[in-house]
């Protein structure tokens, strides 16, 4: 049987990379993502699945997707919560609230209230896979960068308690933690820290690759890849766990 996957935010980036892995494999895939034009692209290359366009910072958004979402696939076997923003890079005293709360809206909120729908589905089937993605900057600090890692750091305790409470009802809860993941996002990142900072893109680039041990940036495919294990009955056994994807962090980045 089909696995049934929904994964928030998987129109570009880390989240299309998991999307074309299930859809790869045979699953049945609902998509969510905020960007029309994304959306429009992914469609084209998937028409098998099925995406829609949702604001992720909105509650009733969300409820409205999952509603359809569920009821057209009878069901779910598998939550990917890909959802995030980059939030705000700066000073944390020219970080405004609102940057602030935007920020965990997506990427914090929006894994609750995805979470909170599947959980007594998979409890009652009495299976499922719950994958959240987090970073490394959920297990180190990060500099200029404090409401996204308030964020990620934020999906670890969150990924460890929904263990306790689905274990017992052989639902799986993990996080992947990835390291610098390459591709246009981390662009527009260094180069605003680069900005911020007063120092070139290249100087950026080569402070966080010095932090690692495989000193290369992370594909988003590296990604996708663990998440289809951890989803897969090879990972049966493994639970409340936080995942690194990085190469090995020996120090982070400022």
Partial sequence: ??????ITAAAAGIGRSIAAAFIGHGARVHVCDVDPAAL????????????????????????????????????????????????????????APEEWEQCLRVSLDSHFRCTRRVAGLMKAQRSGSVISISSMAGVYGFGMR????????????LTKSLAIELGPHEVRCNCICPGTVRGDR????????????????????????????????VE???????????????????????????????????
């Avoid at 509603?67 to 005293?93: H, Q, R, S, Y």
């Avoid at 404090?146 to 305790?157: D, F, H, N, R």
């Avoid at 911020?196 to 290369?216: D, H, N």
């Avoid at 493994?238 to 400022?254: F, K, P, R, S």
């Fill in 146 to 157: 404090t409401p996204y890692a308030a964020a990620k750091w934020a999906i670890v305790g």
């Fill in 186 to 217: 981390m662009d527009r990142v260094i180069a605003a820290e680069a900005a911020q900072r007063g120092i070139t893109p290249e100087q950026v680039t080569a402070e966080y690759l010095s932090g690692q041990s495989i000193k290369r940036f």
């Fill in 220 to 254: 988003a495919s590296e990604i996708a890849d663990l998440a289809l294990f951890l989803a897969s009955p090879a990972a049966k056994m493994i639970n409340g766990q936080a995942i690194g994807v990085d190469g090995n962090t020996e120090t982070y980045h400022i």
């Fill in 40 to 95: 429009e692209a992914f469609r084209a290359e998937f028409p098998q699945a099925v995406a829609t366009q949702v604001d992720l910072s909105d509650g009733a958004a969300i409820d409205a997707w999952l509603d359809v979402a569920l009821a057209d696939l009878g069901g779910v076997d598998v939550l990917v919560n890909n959802a995030g923003t980059k939030g705000p890079t700066a000073f944390v005293e020219d970080i």
């Fill in 1 to 6: 049987m089909s696995q049934r996957v929904l």
